[in-house]
């Protein structure tokens, strides 16, 4: 079985992390003890929250992922490392809420988490990229092994070790007699008896519409979601005319899965309740679960996961509770824990201080300031970003993210000013290179953008994730060139993402509007069709290749397939009509170009610019 092959590296990265660990430790007389076993420094980017990380002496970024098995590795990431790999044992299979992967075993000699070097650890190597400049996430094989405190909203994951601490000890040290909801947390007693090395994700009871759901705590997972199956449980369905769809999203998995957005009665968990609140569903798969509470939840709520007693405590920390872009009402259903409602400390319990209001260091400052942005909240998190940067100026990181959030709130100028600052104390950042060269081009400097984007390319390995982006700049500053360039580059090392289809179809596009192997833009945007969600943009492309082949009714059934989904498609229309004159349907074929040139004037001198004809 998979789990045999973590046993001795769990065991290693326990004595590990216990070393980096400075204890807390209550009087020996205490019933109850919490021993701090390190202190992670955590920092939520796009509602995700990453760990600082050494791979074999390099500086990397995890997502913390609480809903994963095992830790996992990407395979560009295993290539750009180097990491020695080996097959699966025979029937294994690794899987995500998107569908199954390939997956081989991976080996780092040395992971530094906490300053705390362990050696010889093992990863899945599996997936496409995890976000946010991330080389992988680590899962439940490193946070299962203690217990878990969660406090998204001032950036840190605290990893205890208790002693002596029973059902009855309140583990919500912090909450000083506010309400404080817990959560008896699903067991696998059949891995617990037979399986004793294995640790499975974090799971227990929550209520939607009074129907009983089991969710998964997933960190790892930007945005709450249900299956569609539990969706149709509580009465939603796509079907619903209150429904509305909210796009696609993708996860470990190959597939990009459709999502919707309902409004449900009530969601309740422990004490806590938010009626006619709206939630996601979606097309995901998932193990013994019908819900992901993700990092959105986490980030309203101050969590302590007892795996020693299997318990789950929360408290409100304020906030959204789902990442929809509203705030639902909150209602704490009971009176505050006492000695009587079996949440309050047992006599003689001991533990930590609460963690202080304000951050004590620019790190922390810099942490709570990304919480803040991900909840929309720019103006606190540029403040507590100007808090970190009067403390220690001359940090990169500080002044690149204060800038991206400049640039969220619309201030191009003082953003601008962040990152001239950050790539002077930092001078081959390719990420700050890439956010500069986008803005760059919002303010139509596109020479000074393509210098940038040279730069960037230049300090990135061939496997990195930014080549994506580098090539979608490139594409808006119409360097078709350099975009097929860029494009070819993560294409080769990224056959697993999700995102390939996006990527085959830029491709594509800049391929036929250059005019250039048009053989290899029709094969692009067969990949594209075939693997991904059809939209609008995938077939137009396909139909200008076909145009510019002379495959007429090639071309019109395509352009006729993108107008299906999205009417007022301009260049659709215009290449219809262009197929349709050459076919001899003179009027039809006015009648598509004018349609086109009433949506975009500038096209007739876009499609003569590009030779199509």
């Not at 400049?406 to 000013?417: E, I, K, L, N, T």
Request: proline fraction near 5%; glycine fraction near 10%.
């Amino acid at each position: 079985m998979l789990y045999r092959l973590f046993c001795k590296t769990l065991r290693r990265l326990a004595f590990g992390l216990a070393l980096a660990g400075t204890a807390a430790c209550a009087p020996a007389w205490a019933k109850c003890e919490l021993d701090s076993v390190a202190a992670l420094p955590v920092t939520l980017r796009g509602m995700q929250p990453l760990l600082p990380a050494k791979i074999n002496g390099q500086d990397v970024a995890f997502v913390l992922s609480s809903g994963s098995d095992y830790s996992v590795i990407t395979s560009a990431n295993a290539d750009k490392f180097d990491l020695p790999r080996e097959m699966l044992p025979l029937g294994m299979f690794v899987s995500g809420s998107t569908g199954a992967v390939d997956a081989d075993v991976g080996r780092v000699y040395v992971l530094t988490l906490a300053d705390a070097p362990i050696h010889d650890m093992q990863f899945i190597v599996a997936g496409g990229e995890t976000g946010q400049g991330s080389v992988g996430a680590l899962g439940q094989n490193i946070l299962g092994l203690f217990d878990v405190e969660y406090d998204l909203a001032k950036g840190t994951v605290h990893l205890w070790k208790p002693k002596g601490c029973n059902g009855a000890a309140n583990m919500a040290y912090w909450s000083g007699g506010a309400p404080v909801s817990v959560i008896d947390l699903d067991v696998d007693y059949f891995s617990r008896r037979y399986q004793r090395d294995r640790i499975s994700p974090t799971k227990g009871p929550v209520y939607v519409n009074g129907v009983r759901l089991t969710a998964s705590f997933d960190t790892g997972s930007a945005s709450s979601i249900m299956t569609r199956d539990a969706a149709a449980k509580i009465g939603l369905t796509p079907n619903d005319p209150t429904v509305v769809k909210a796009g696609y999203s993708h996860g470990l998995g190959k597939r990009t899965v459709q999502s919707w957005i309902g409004t449900v009665k009530s969601f309740k968990i422990g004490q806590e309740e938010i009626r006619n609140t709206k939630m996601r569903f979606g097309d995901i798969e998932l193990t013994n679960a019908d819900m992901i509470l993700g990092s959105d939840f986490f980030l309203a709520h101050h969590i302590f996961v007892s795996n020693q007693q299997h318990k789950l405590y929360l408290s409100y920390n304020g906030g959204p509770i789902f990442d929809l872009s509203q705030t639902p009402k909150l209602i704490v259903q009971g009176d505050p824990p006492s000695a009587t409602s079996g949440v309050a400390a047992a006599p003689g319990y001991s533990a930590p201080e609460p963690t202080g209001a304000e951050p004590i260091d620019a790190d922390g400052f810099a942490r709570r300031g990304a919480a803040y942005a991900s909840r929309n909240d720019l103006a606190d998190a540029i403040a507590d970003l100007g808090k970190a940067i009067n403390m220690a100026p001359t940090v990169a990181d500080y002044h690149y993210a204060r800038g991206l959030y400049y640039r969220r709130d619309h201030q191009p100028v003082p953003a601008m000013a962040d990152f001239d600052a950050a790539l002077k104390l930092k001078p081959n950042d390719g990420v700050t290179l890439v956010a500069r060269a986008g803005l760059h081009l919002a303010n139509h400097e596109t020479a000074q953008a393509v210098q940038d984007l040279e730069a960037a390319d230049k300090a990135s390995a061939k496997q990195d994730d930014i080549h994506l982006q580098i090539a979608n700049l490139y594409a808006v500053a119409d360097r078709s060139e350099a975009a097929i360039q860029q494009y070819s580059l993560w294409i080769d090392s990224h056959d697993e993402d999700p995102r390939l289809p996006q990527a085959l179809n830029g491709r594509c596009w800049r391929r036929a509007l250059s005019g250039v192997d048009l053989d290899k833009a029709l094969n692009d945007c067969n990949r594209a069709i075939r693997n991904g969600p059809k939209n609008a943009g995938m077939f137009d492309s396909r139909g200008l290749v076909h145009l510019r082949l002379g495959d007429l009714d090639k071309a019109i059934a395509d352009y006729d397939a993108a107008l299906a989904i999205n009417p007022k498609l301009g260049w659709s229309l215009y290449g219809r009509g262009l197929a349709k004159q050459r076919k001899g349907l003179t009027a039809e074929g006015a009648a598509d170009i004018a349609a086109a040139v009433a949506i975009n004037p500038m096209l007739p001198d876009e499609v003569t610019k590009r030779g199509v004809t």
